[in-house]
């Protein structure tokens, strides 16, 4: 078979979804969205461990692995309600970042190609390079906007010698244009990197980054409200590319580089669900899980339904009825 | 001596209150509360550890196990001013779901019955059945409401061949009559579970369920008090059922089937005291505490505080004086 | 599919090996071994967590899942050189012990009819007694010798109101008739239990059991010297239950009732791989280990390398050559 | 070298500061702050660990230890804008607290008496007798209030027949006359400790102790604006003390005595930026650290960030220009 | 109650076996063993937590609490054969190391007035002093032998500043006369602690010290034999002290000051086992389990097994009649 | 400063000793062993973490970082005979294994160059190829024989499309000529890796693998004698690579792939010891100390023991006079 499977571990899809093989379109020609595993942790500069990300993302889950999952608050399936193929994982070697991403990136964008939204499961940030490229390079450089979580802007330069660590994508995205700077939403930034300079260079690109400290002073609604605003004008699509660090280290410690003072679970999910009901999503990655240092699984749990979060309001989103949050659970559908 | 203690562990009570014998009715004919701990996970899906679940709620505190408790909020010592009895565990195999459950229920009926108000110590949400189930059983079938906080409806049917699984004690209730299916509120609802034909099941018995979505958007405080309204409609009592994975998993991660996005450990204790303040509360239990994936005892460290604010509110209401949360702590009484 | 997969989690086999469906004897009916999954730890009297069991020893492996793995020590590959089928697991209910241990004894004389050899991967001993019941069904009663590697004896009688406990597997096997008293080898026994009651019952039936103080002071190559010639004498085949926790806890931590001073991992490897060399082995389990309670999967590991020890040797004994440990790796075949 | 460096493992400063040497005046003579460690957890009445807090605080961050952390929120870099030194460990016997006490008592006021603020990491609370005892040696007793963020008062008498247990620093600081009771302003405070009796010492004292309570009906910005009203009438500097219980165990489980029901880390962080712009900070101290019972680090990161958090505040409180938070980031400076 | 309990915890005792009071000599005047916990981690030099090791050593084990303890190996029921009571814990405050092992020797004494033998559980090595101390109080100073389990010699001088920290006591012991260098045996010295000047005082003291390498190298039978030979030469009694960190930390990870390359659990408690069948035992302390630091409760286990196996043998010696460890288990009484 | 430091966490040198500075021969001119921190894990196969292996084989140690380790059972300190510098970390990017792989084969070259004894803290295995290497090219290819304890052979070939993996270094070195196979001695492998055609090349380059049961068989020191001679003759120094996966994973859990049946951590320290003193050592690395996956501390621990073994043994073996390891302690020096 060609199909490659997962890198490390058994041979298993996304709580059971079929799997598709990127060496032959006819396994995904009908797909809405392909996941694609990118075991990837060489880029990053502190704590490793993300490699073992998608198979986590892939399997954590309490419930049967049966390729169906209700959501309570969407009334939709998005197991179900669309065609959902895990293409297993791209052979990534830690040792080797640039034939991994240019490897990743073209995986990538014969999904995109194909007409379906990739789903990539990270893997250090260094992927989402690669993820938003590949995208881009189907629906068109500088057609794509991004909206990013994240505690970290993303956008250094070289470091450890090398211009494709975690700590850079960003920067190399809009570098390439195969991104605006000026599509470029950054949501849940906090801490104390980067220094100034980069800062700088950000401004220049006037990319719209909201600080924790913006986002405490006007809601998060707010600022989510402001951001689809921008990611929408003159772009086709948008791309979510969800660091789950985002997240305080309370709500997803099994991360590389933790931050204090992040959203909480319930913030992140409620967040990507309004993406991908209000936004037209092309792709989506979600990175930075490290199992090693993860307690009972909870990051794991956590990534899991951001990725279901996402596939079931896309489905909603295509099932075209509104939706009211605050609609009882038991009058709805 | 008839007393069993604990399954697990040498024989220790909730913080040194005194023990009772439930096989000889002199020995807590005057209590207010009798605690009971019901040491079973043979219900479990899929994390189990909730055996020792009750032995952990008795003793995680970090101040003398000496039957004492001044609650700062309150002003009320729950330990001291009921009379409060630990009748030690049910003796309950994993292996034999059937059998341990009808024994449960049987002994808490016996503590209902001398006028006490039974706090059940779990065990997985199965024991609910029985805790519940023992309360109607002398209060009257359809007399007692049920104010349920879970991530989960356990309103599923046949697991694993199982009718009696953690998953479905609450249809086991309703459609056994114990309790009305109209004065059942479910609170922190979310995730992926149950599918439609469920839901469907429970829109029929006219449940009310607050997923997280209603609750964010409509605010906790006021979906309480619209719950509150209808649990004391034409019911005597309210069984208050803590599954503590209505949390989120940062909050809780000692449990079997964690979902994220759930409540904050502040927002359930907040919620417990007030409904132990306004409410008629006749029978309580605190379940899904596995302490094999806990981490430094913060999640029975929360599951003891649940039971606290319990008791600190029941004797606070049976005082009869109000209470201002405004009120600065060293001017209160 | 009428083939159920693991319970718990993906539908993975044995490091890869191909699937069988025990519905259909045609899937199965050139296996020379057939594993077979026993999610089960309703009967675990302590710490739970087996259910994990048979996933973790599935899995447990830094290697790829290829359905293949050469033994440096023995020149065979035990995935490759003998026809392996991987059943998935059999339901179980953790609180229906009666239930669940009668379709495993059924599904385990399935195999043994089928002229395989079954592995049982636990859960918990309890499992053992439908194993071993399940091969005698079918090889004869009293034909089948054990040779039992455990802290513990598991001849207790009734615990916690049941029969079907981990703690009493033993004494049902003997007390059935399905396995010869007399023929029973116990490997590793130490600690307090049981008591001289117990204690005067094995002896009634002739059990030859070393505990470890033996062990050590006649070394452990002489006991099982010893104890083969009695394995061997009029029975037909050996049946090789192995409870990890016959290891010291310093090597396998991650099980439910852990003794210190047992073997080390090493001296159990060894053991099993003499075991499966020597003797004509019909069925074997392997039980006891609780991911929950593990570290780092170093227990889980030993299992599964438990599981390649003997399907390695039972390679090598097919084959018929002779074996020197002696040798040198590099000159080996 | 006079210096004593840390007392358990190798010889470091905080994130790469330059040290100094308190038996050297001219080392710091220049500071604007001064680091100290406090090593000791013999005051601690349940888990220990926090010895291990100042080393754990001094590195866990997963930028490089260059001296140099521009803050994204404030745009200052408290650690080149301000002249900071780290003195290394005051040697402190766990077995003696007497001793150790009076040697930081001593080691602080050196500290003060330079004109530099003094930022103790802890440590046990008891640590803060000496820490605001130092401070107040040299800016007079009677002249600096303490905002004091804990789970606990802290204003207990005679523990394990000792007077300095990490109970009881508030109340010996105030009995000593070092403090004023009507300067002390106390945030977090919950559960159930301590009892009528001291908390009637306390009103005594005209200490204004903001419970959880009415922190979550009044909301904390509120209640802090409240007590900096106070903090700063009749008093010429602030002594501002965190312990880390203050936050939830969900958000700190590395701790002695965890209480649920806390602040977030968000809140946490926000709430020491306000009072380091807002109020004139003359010493802050960082306790309850306890690496032992940390997972992944979380604790010590927050704690880290609440000394960086302080620092950059500190820094832009000296800048003198006005900040808002609702500013976004790349239109900042 | 005068009896002060636990210091920590719920007031259970050793395994379930009846209370004593340490203030009422009527509790303990037909006593053969009183077991006393020293819950003392002020002594350490690096990581504490031994004041959780006495209640850790009395709670964990997977058996019931029922006071009785059937040994396999030894056929006597340590629990039961003797009369045995738990005095629990001396109040011991850790930040005050004189006061604390002052108490501790007083309380010993008692027991050791009493004609019973003390096992005290530690705790750090510092309470060692005093348990030895005070039964050489009672059998005279200079009449009671040592036999020293440790991965050190415990003979430093000041550190910290305080002559009693953990590696001091055995200097101690000998400085006050209390015991005799040249009747003091050391097994399992190991590492690179401590130097050339601490070395020449215990040869000048005429200490015996039985480093790994020796023991490698001759055997450990041959050295105990050795050591037990002038352990009985002109001495009375003989103290044995097991700090648990003279197992390989494979072994005993949950301890202060692990060093590579010890004991296995099986030596020790086969140690352990010889000593108090072949010796006059007149005191046992069990020291340096640290539960914060343990995993899967695996070094409190051992710790409680090494309690176990020592009152066995006692109770063995008791009895009388010879013991071969190479009688088969089923064979044996 | 020209120094790195350490590339992760605050700059400090092994157990304190003096810094070096590589881009100046002047600051180790007369280093008789000069420490070089390796931090990569981009070549591990499974579970990473090595990047933290120098910073905590450096600082796992409960004594102080004071320079100065007297070995109690050499009677040497190695810290101190010895003149051992530390030159921090060689960057190495975990993305790119050839530029780093080459950086630190020049480095190590320097140490060589220099006539000092390089000492390299992995990181993972693939460093060893730069280790070897970098002394080769100063002393000669083929004149440099190779001691390797290890569970695997590591001669595999390309994995993850690289030739540069952690499974390969071995095979490299032999290829390149660096080494030479028949001088190429393998002490621990088992298990079921590599297979039959990585074997056959194995056997045709003639190295000489001791397997697990041949050492179970033959005895440890037996196979160790023969190994030394064949390692001296026609060599001019030897390399000595000690993987600390050789020793079982309850020895050693905190490695990427762990290998049960393993040698115990007194066997490895006792055969460091041994090379040490006997043979001219030239080189030592010590590789796969995966933190994030270690408990406590004990692998971290055990490696930094594996260091302070070699430097003590090469320091007393510098010395001269003989050394017996049946001599008591205190009549040793």
């Not at 990300?53 to 209700?70: C, F, V």
């Not at 959501?71 to 193929?85: F, K, N, Q």
């Not at 470091?159 to 991104?179: K, V």
């Not at 949501?187 to 300079?197: A, K, S, T």
Request: glycine fraction near 12%.
């Amino acid at each position: 078979m060609a199909r490659y499977g997962p890198q490390f571990g058994p041979d298993v899809t996304f709580l059971g979804v079929p799997r598709c093989d990127l060496t032959d379109p006819s396994t995904f020609a009908d797909a809405d969205v392909v996941i694609v595993g990118a075991p990837f942790d060489g880029g990053t500069t502190h704590r490793p461990g993300t490699r073992f990300g998608p198979q986590a993302i892939r399997t954590t889950d309490y419930l049967p692995h049966d390729s169906s999952r209700p959501s309570l608050a969407l009334r939709t399936d998005g197991l179900v309600d669309l065609r959902i193929y895990d293409a297993g994982d791209v052979e990534m070697f830690a040792g080797d970042v640039v034939t991994s991403l240019a490897g990743l990136r073209t995986e990538v964008a014969k999904v995109a190609g194909a007409g379906a939204i990739p789903v990539i499961l990270g893997g250090d940030h260094a992927v989402t390079y690669a993820d938003a490229s590949g995208v881009a390079d189907v629906l068109g450089h500088g057609r794509v906007s991004m909206v990013h979580f994240d505690a970290h802007a993303d956008t250094g330069d070289i470091e450890f010698g090398s211009l494709w660590g975690h700590g850079a994508p960003m920067r190399r995205l809009i570098e390439s244009g195969a991104l605006r700077g000026d599509r470029f939403l950054q949501i849940g930034l906090r801490g104390y990197w980067p220094g100034p300079e980069t800062l700088g260079w950000m401004a220049q690109q006037r990319m719209r980054s909201y600080e924790m400290t913006e986002i405490v002073a006007r809601g998060l609604p707010e600022c989510l409200t402001e951001a689809f605003a921008i990611a929408t004008d003159e772009c086709d699509g948008v791309f979510l590319s969800v660091d789950i660090d985002v997240c305080d280290p309370g709500h997803a410690p099994g991360t590389g580089t933790p931050e204090p003072g992040g959203l909480t679970a319930r913030e992140l999910l409620d967040s990507v669900r309004r993406i991908c009901l209000e936004l037209p999503v092309v792709g989506v990655d979600v990175v930075e899980v490290s199992p090693p240092y993860d307690h009972a699984d909870i990051t794991a749990a956590l990534a899991n339904r951001v990725v279901l979060e996402a596939l079931s309001a896309i489905a909603r989103r295509r099932r075209g009825d509104a939706w009211d949050p605050r609609q009882p659970l038991l009058d709805g559908r």
